[in-house]
């Protein structure tokens, strides 16, 4: 690869999507991007990187974000947050929301769905508590093709194996040939979008809960400021944000702080002293 075409194809990702490569994922670039030239005529990776230098093809473009994200995901990933989520934060929300019973959950990198979807089965799971209640779970993502395959809400046997419980399998899917369909009344209880974490143009609403998982793990550390800052914006005062298990806001962000001993948790600043104090007594 041409040294000029790294530095073309790294800024256009990182502008665009927030992607952030180093000098050894020179690899990455290539194999997924070669597929792709020879997909739209041309004779390798060369020749789409002079497309794009000298025409800057918008739908090229986006093809090649498409291309570099990774849309891995699985239903109940890692598991604790959504434990915290079922046993700390819910219980808050069902409190403090009695009122209205109104509650808006965004995942804001929903990929192929399994995370907006995990988080709509278990509250399925529990009718009664939420009777009555309007919950909104919004799901976005960069990646067009993850979202088409979330609000198609198909799976393979490989992919309802990974972390869905077998019982919920079985009362939330059914199979057509090699794929697991996720039933209707999951699938409208998420909307799918498509939405840039580094779009500051369009405003999508407020919420309660906001899971972020897995994607800024790819950004750099004056990204991910930017991102945190942006999703404080659009947190309630006392809303809860869910991390991966790689990422953190130390060093990152004064916006939130982690809760001691929920681990993925973490709460805008100026609540989270408090937040600590009552999940603390409730235990
Ligand atoms: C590894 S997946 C994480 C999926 C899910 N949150 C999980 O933890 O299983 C990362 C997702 O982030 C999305 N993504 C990357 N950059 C993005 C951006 N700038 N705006 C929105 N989504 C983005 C990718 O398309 C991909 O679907």
Redesign the pocket.
């Known amino acids: 690869m041409r040294d000029q075409d790294f530095d073309l194809l790294t800024q256009l990702l990182k502008s665009t999507?927030?992607?952030s490569l180093g000098p050894d994922k020179r690899y990455l670039l290539e194999t997924r991007l070669t597929p792709l030239a020879l997909k739209n005529g041309f004779d390798g990776f060369d020749a789409l990187a002079d497309e794009i230098r000298f025409k800057r093809p918008q739908a090229l473009i986006d093809d090649v974000v498409e291309a570099m994200?990774?849309?891995?995901?699985?239903f109940f990933?890692d598991s604790t947050p959504f434990d915290i989520l079922k046993n700390q934060v819910l219980p808050k929300m069902l409190a403090s929301r009695g009122g209205k019973k109104k509650l808006k959950i965004w995942?804001?990198?929903?990929?192929?769905g399994?995370?907006p979807y995990s988080i709509a089965m278990m509250m399925a799971e529990d009718p009664a508590r939420w009777a009555g209640w309007d919950v909104q779970i919004l799901a976005?993502?960069?990646?067009k093709d993850?979202l088409k395959k979330g609000e198609e809400g198909s799976y393979s046997q490989f992919e309802v194996q990974r972390g869905l419980p077998v019982e919920l399998m079985l009362k939330y899917f059914r199979q057509e040939g090699e794929r697991w369909i996720i039933s209707d009344d999951i699938k409208r209880r998420v909307t799918f979008k498509p939405?840039?974490?580094?779009d500051t143009s369009v405003a999508i609403g407020k919420f309660d809960i906001v899971?972020?998982?897995?994607?800024l793990i790819?950004?750099d550390t004056p990204t991910k400021s930017a991102v945190f800052e942006k999703v404080r914006n659009v947190m309630e005062k006392d809303g809860a944000l869910f991390l991966?298990a790689a990422e953190t806001v130390l060093g990152v962000t004064e916006e939130f702080r982690s809760i001691k001993g929920l681990r993925g948790l973490y709460m805008p600043t100026e609540y989270a002293q408090e937040a600590s104090l009552s999940f603390a007594a409730a235990g």
């Open positions: 999507s927030g992607l994200t990774t849309n891995e995901s699985f990933r995942c804001g990198a929903a990929s192929t399994q995370e976005t993502d960069i990646s993850a939405y840039n974490l580094l899971f972020l998982r897995n994607v790819y950004f991966g």
